[in-house]
């Protein structure tokens, strides 16, 4: 595993306590297109000089699209079908969280991107947010899972709850998407075991934490990405985001000021305040 940073330079690698900078001019979008990701990186590691880790990464993202799945979780299934009851939603959310084909959504581009201690934003027009905690795949563009970042989905509950036809407003607006601290590049599946952490704190104090694992997925990584890549071409690749399993309680909203902090141990925190 080689944990990929970025900065206003470059790329910085890290595997095992030994950082190194990444030669000459690598950057996301290579690892993106390259047919075998995991090879390069092993490469740009060898050629690579002494470094040391960015005092402040910036988002592990090139030009790459960030799409996410939804209701791939029960504790989601079960939230997303009490904030949408007038709606219908007792209908439609349990009917994906049970059908072939998942729910997948744009969720945004690079310049919406908040990297590691960025802030993140909620909508003016939402009264209800909150952060949503989510492993997420990196994916080159021939569909291949080669990597592994923390992604935030943050959300508007009250627009997406309102009325189905509303979620790329709930979901998709300026800085909606936190990522990083960076990319873990590895050829192998994460562990059903590997915890995902929430933890939101106002004013130095905890006011929710939450926790799950990714067994509680219900669907595969490769189902994920190859219903993602269906019909679909990502010139760049693209981004993943797998669904959140953990949910605040309905009387909870973030504000501004507050600091959410996610971490998935592999990978590391990630750290963004709201604006």
Same mark, same amino acid.
């Given at each position: !595993?080689?944990? *990929?940073?970025?900065?206003?330079?470059?790329?910085?690698?890290?595997?095992?306590?030994?950082?190194?900078?990444?030669?000459?001019?690598?950057? !996301?979008?290579?690892?993106?297109?390259?047919?075998?990701?995991?090879?390069?990186? %092993?490469?740009?590691?060898?050629?690579?000089?002494?470094?040391?880790?960015?005092?402040?990464?910036?988002?592990?993202?090139?030009?790459?699209?960030?799409?996410?799945?939804?209701? +791939?979780?029960?504790?989601?299934?079960?939230?997303?079908?009490?904030?949408?009851?007038?709606?219908?939603?007792?209908?439609?959310? @349990?009917? *994906?969280? $049970?059908?072939?084909?998942?729910?997948?959504?744009?969720?945004?581009?690079?310049?919406? /991107?908040?990297? &590691?201690?960025?802030?993140?934003?909620?909508?003016?027009?939402?009264?209800?947010? *909150?952060?949503?905690?989510?492993?997420?795949?990196?994916? $080159?563009?021939?569909?291949?899972?080669?990597?592994?970042?923390?992604?935030? =989905? !943050?959300?508007?509950?009250?627009?997406?709850?309102? $009325?189905?036809?509303?979620? &790329?407003?709930?979901?998709?607006? @300026?800085?909606?998407?936190?990522?990083?601290?960076?990319?873990? /590049?590895?050829?192998?599946?994460?562990?059903?075991? +590997?915890?995902?952490?929430?933890?939101? %704190?106002?004013?130095?104090?905890?006011?929710?934490?939450?926790?799950?694992? *990714?067994?509680?997925?219900?669907?595969?990584?490769?189902?994920?990405?190859?219903?993602?890549?269906?019909?679909?071409?990502?010139?760049?690749?693209?981004?993943?985001?797998?669904?959140?399993?953990? /949910?605040? &309680? =309905?009387?909870?909203?973030?504000?501004?000021?507050?600091?959410? %902090?996610?971490?998935?141990?592999?990978?590391?925190?990630?750290?963004?305040?709201?604006?």
């Amino acid at each position: !595993m080689i944990r *990929v940073y970025c900065d206003s330079i470059g790329l910085v690698l890290e595997s095992a306590g030994t950082v190194r900078r990444a030669a000459g001019d690598l950057g !996301m979008d290579d690892l993106f297109t390259s047919s075998d990701p995991l090879a390069l990186i %092993r490469k740009a590691w060898d050629a690579g000089e002494a470094g040391t880790l960015p005092a402040q990464a910036l988002a592990p993202i090139g030009s790459q699209e960030i799409w996410a799945a939804g209701v +791939t979780y029960l504790r989601s299934r079960t939230a997303r079908m009490e904030e949408s009851k007038d709606a219908g939603g007792g209908t439609f959310y @349990d009917k *994906v969280y $049970n059908a072939e084909r998942p729910e997948l959504f744009f969720k945004g581009t690079p310049h919406r /991107v908040a990297g &590691p201690g960025m802030d993140v934003r909620i909508r003016g027009d939402s009264k209800w947010n *909150v952060p949503e905690p989510e492993l997420t795949l990196a994916i $080159n563009r021939e569909g291949k899972i080669f990597g592994y970042t923390v992604g935030n =989905d !943050m959300s508007s509950r009250d627009i997406e709850g309102e $009325n189905p036809l509303y979620l &790329p407003q709930a979901k998709v607006y @300026d800085r909606s998407t936190g990522l990083g601290p960076c990319l873990l /590049v590895c050829d192998e599946i994460l562990v059903p075991e +590997t915890a995902i952490e929430l933890e939101i %704190r106002r004013d130095g104090a905890a006011v929710f934490s939450g926790a799950t694992s *990714v067994s509680q997925i219900k669907r595969t990584f490769p189902e994920l990405a190859g219903f993602l890549f269906r019909d679909n071409s990502f010139p760049h690749g693209a981004y993943l985001l797998t669904g959140t399993g953990i /949910v605040p &309680p =309905d009387s909870f909203t973030l504000q501004s000021g507050d600091e959410v %902090r996610i971490t998935i141990a592999p990978i590391g925190t990630l750290v963004n305040k709201v604006a």
